[in-house]
């Protein structure tokens, strides 16, 4: 995702003059020759995160188009506070773009996990947050959403579904058990994982790369009884998302995601999902529990 | 009195003080009556006052904005980025045609627009929201950035801070990247109460040339010193202004 992001972006810089890159130090070198050709556009300002968005801020006061670029705990964690007050609080947005993920590099321990950014993110205003599940939904997602002005989060992963399915980010049904069916809805890149956990269970699977703003009426629409969010950022992020939309309705949520404790383990990424109940096997244990009464054949 | 790479002091605060008027007396005049309007009788800290000299220089003599221009890419831009002092800020807004004086009579009310803490989208000619410290500085080096990237080259940044601000770190991030990269229309304003807790060891200009910057160091309420040191500026090279003002109204 990382190289289809900065090979869009490179061309994005050249076609539009009011994009603009800031880095700080990450991914500095793969923007080399973008660098070379809008010296004014592309600007790395060192290990300096607070300033990072800063200058973000100040870009898009004057009238351009930041994209913000770094590992998801220095962009969206470090500079929380910058955030707030040089985007959201000047009233200008941002586009900012990290790699990385909940546990993309778990060998570089505590300090390179962001499990929490996505929820971070949402305590902000009315920010826009893409997860992609496939390289190739990348660019078409980058190229629209540094077409427009609103404060945007893209968050990047070395995980990926088997196959792209960019849309406008609605809930996009992949399995359909039929009316009144439990209904999974699966975010970015554990589409594959959630689909292969509930291949045996009557359960409507929806995907989105969209977990915000959330696709409510999709929601509402699809949405039985049972509802189950499999998230690859923090558990329960989109769980007040769900609640609100169906206030009005007896349900019951199974929020799974990232859990909250530093584990001090290392290993690979496809450990931390084990750890964390998100492979395939975890999500089917987590979610027959959840349907247990239910998903017998005596229902 | 020229900018330097050095500090350099000009004149003192402390030169004359005994016969001086106190600062609270000393305002500018066409800003005395409107910061005794928005003042309602309070009992500000000497830190409000110390500003409103250097706010005034800017506004009256320096800053390339009216009014009318407040939304021409071309303009100036001042960011106040010690955002505390707005009682004096407001009183120059006022002072200077870009805020109704009315305005000035129920401050931070639930329907003014006038924050203990100023806002960009409720004030006309207000650039940045400001308040909690160390925000200014980083903004004012994208905002250079960004007018540099489309080709503005005639408007300059100015950003007001506090000697004490200046412990944010974020600031330090800041001087550091606009020294390397020559951000030479960037002008930052530092007053210097002598407020941070732990002190400026070797001086606050000292902190900025180290950096690639000029400084110029010169008494905060001497108007000419003042104009003189805001509008010098080198190629290349960021300036900074460090306006030394009393701690004692």
Known sequence: MRAAFVAELTALLAEDPRTALVLADISADSFAPAAHRHPDRVLNVGIREQLMIGVAGGLALTGLRPVVHSYAPFLVERAYEQIKLDLDHQGVGAVLVSIGASYDRPEAGRTHLSPADVALIDTLGDWTVHVPGHPDEVPALLRATVAGDAPAYLRLSILTNDRPRGNDGSLQVVRDAGPGAPLLVAVGPLLDPALAAVEQLPVTVAWTHRPRPFDTAGLRALAGTEVILVEPYLAGTSSRVVAAALADRPHRVLALGVGREDLRRYGTAGDHSRWHGLDAAGLRRSVTAFLAPWATPSR | ?249
């Open chain 2, 1 to 249: 009195m020229t900018a330097s790479t050095g500090p350099l002091t000009v004149g003192s605060p402390e030169t004359g003080a005994a016969d001086a008027p106190p600062a609270r007396a000393r305002l500018p005049e066409p800003v005395a009556p409107l910061f005794e309007r928005i003042r309602a009788g309070r009992d500000l800290g000497a830190n409000t006052y110390s500003t409103v000299d250097v706010l005034w220089v800017l506004y009256d003599r320096v800053l390339r904005i009216t009014p009318a221009t407040v939304d021409d890419p071309d303009r100036d831009r001042f960011l106040l980025s010690k955002g505390h002092a707005v009682d004096g800020y407001y009183a120059v807004l006022a002072a200077t045609g870009f805020v109704p004086a009315e305005w000035l009579d129920d401050p931070t009310s639930a329907t003014s627009r006038l924050g203990g803490h100023p806002d960009r989208t409720l004030v006309p000619g207000v650039e940045i929201g400001s308040g909690s410290l160390g925000h200014g500085l980083g903004l004012g080096v994208g905002t250079a950035l960004g007018l540099r990237a489309q080709g503005l080259l005639t408007p300059r940044v100015y950003v007001l801070l506090g000697d004490a601000e200046l412990d944010e770190g974020s600031n330090h991030e800041a001087i550091a990247y606009a020294g390397a990269t020559g951000l030479d229309s960037l002008t930052a304003v530092v007053i210097d109460n002598g407020s941070a807790t732990h002190g400026w060891p070797g001086g606050i200009a000292a902190r900025f040339t180290a950096n690639g910057w000029t400084a110029a160091t010169v008494d905060g309420h001497d108007h000419d010193a003042l104009h003189t040191a805001l509008t010098e500026r080198t190629a290349h090279r960021p300036h900074v202004v460090v306006a030394v003002v009393s701690k004692e109204v």
